[in-house]
């Protein structure tokens, strides 16, 4: 079974147009910027620090919680 121009030309248009579906669906895009070693300290229970810069604490919980997240 032969196919002929048309044919292949169709498929091919109808591949485009899912696939630029597909494109325009995903929304906006995400930048995130990776944290870097000096970012990071780890503090344990009880422990008292003097931050020498301006952030928030996050608990273990909260980043184990963060590390699952499905990313869709």
Same mark, same amino acid.
């Given at each position: =079974?032969?196919?002929?121009? &048309? #044919? @292949?030309?169709?498929a =091919? %248009?109808?591949l %485009?147009i !899912?696939?630029l579906?597909?494109c325009a669906?995903r929304?906006?895009?995400?930048?995130l910027? &990776?944290?870097? #070693?000096s970012?990071i300290r780890?503090?344990k229970?009880?422990?008292?620090?003097t931050?020498? !810069?301006?952030g @928030?604490?996050l608990? +273990? +919980? @909260?980043?184990i919680? !963060? %590390? #699952?997240?499905?990313?869709?």
């Open positions: =079974m032969t196919r002929s121009w &048309p #044919q @292949y030309a169709v =091919m %248009l109808l %485009l !899912v696939w579906c597909g669906s929304g906006r895009s995400v930048v910027r &990776p944290l870097e #070693q970012e780890r503090v229970a009880g422990e008292r620090i931050a020498e !810069v301006d @928030y604490f608990s +273990d +919980d @909260y980043l919680d !963060v %590390l #699952q997240v499905d990313v869709q």
